[in-house]
């Protein structure tokens, strides 16, 4: 079975990102489109779960440098499997961070709520 063939035009309806944006991934090295006889870029469906990838790590917050990162090793293969995952781990903890961080924010909010509550049942009585 052959991978459907995408010029950059259909790459970006596909994937929902602008073609500035992906040349902007290309320049940055996030993604390394194939090149067809004209040095035209060709994309295909790794290509197209590869970007999923990288909008799922922006949305976890993780930065651009990480992300470069993260692109560079993967583009060198399975040798670079434990220095990918430890980059996922760190972004993990960083989010674990800020979920226990927000947690304690909702638990203040609810405390002041509470005491406002009661104050309103107080005046109705």
Avoid: C
């Avoid at 790459?11 to 991934?25: G, H």
């Amino acid at each position: 079975m052959e991978d459907k063939a995408y010029k950059i035009g259909q790459f970006s309806n596909q994937v929902k990102l602008s073609i500035d944006t992906l040349r902007y991934y290309e320049k940055e090295k996030l993604i390394v489109p194939k090149r067809d006889q004209n040095n035209r870029r060709i994309y295909d469906e790794s290509d197209l779960r590869w970007i999923e990838f990288i909008k799922r790590l922006k949305q976890t917050g993780m930065p651009i440098k990480e992300i470069q990162q993260y692109s560079q090793l993967r583009y060198q293969g399975d040798s670079t499997i434990n220095e990918r995952l430890e980059l996922l781990y760190q972004q993990k903890e960083r989010l674990a961070a800020e979920s226990a961080e927000l947690a304690q924010h909702i638990a203040f909010l609810n405390h002041k709520i509470g005491v406002y509550q009661a104050k309103l049942k107080r005046y109705d009585h």
